[in-house]
C-alpha cells in the first residue's frame, strides 16, 4: 500500500514557475514507476510525465523542455519543477504510483494521490 500526498500548487502568471511536490508512504516506493498526471476542467486526465524506477523519464510533448521531474527513493519523493507556464497548463496536478507500460511509455497507476491546483492567469 503507497500514499501519496501532493503540495506546491498554486496562482501563478504566464510564463511563471512552480514546483510540485509528492510525499509517499510505504517502505517500497523504490519498486514503483512514478508519474504526473493532470485533468482540465471538461477534458479527460492526461499523463503528463513518468520516472521509472531506474530513472528513465518519458515527457508528454507539451512539456518537454519546461517540466522537470525527480525523484528522491531515500525521502520516499517526487517533484515536478515546472517553468514557463502557459495558461493551458492550468489544471489539478496528480501524483501517481503504479507500473510503467513501455508500448506507450505511460504510467499505469495503482495509487493516487488526492490532486492539487494549478492555475496559470494570462
Known amino acids: 500500500q503507497v500514499q501519496l500526498a501532493e503540495s506546491g500548487g498554486g496562482l501563478v502568471q504566464a510564463g511563471g514557475s512552480l514546483r510540485l511536490s509528492c510525499a509517499a508512504s510505504g517502505r517500497t516506493f523504490s519498486r514503483y514507476d512514478m508519474g504526473w498526471f493532470r485533468q482540465a476542467p471538461g477534458k479527460e486526465r492526461e499523463s503528463v510525465v513518468t520516472?521509472?524506477?531506474?530513472?528513465?523519464?518519458y515527457y508528454v510533448d507539451s512539456v518537454k523542455g519546461r517540466f522537470t521531474i525527480s525523484r528522491d527513493n531515500a525521502k520516499n519523493t517526487v517533484a515536478l519543477q515546472m517553468n514557463g507556464l502557459k495558461t493551458e497548463d492550468t489544471a489539478v496536478y496528480y501524483c501517481?504510483?503504479?507500473?510503467?507500460?513501455?508500448?506507450?511509455?505511460?504510467?499505469?497507476?495503482?495509487?493516487w494521490g488526492q490532486g492539487t491546483q494549478v492555475t496559470v492567469s494570462s
Open positions: 501517481a504510483a503504479g507500473t510503467l507500460d513501455y508500448s506507450d511509455y505511460v504510467l499505469r497507476p495503482d495509487y
Open positions: 520516472i521509472s524506477q531506474i530513472g528513465g523519464i
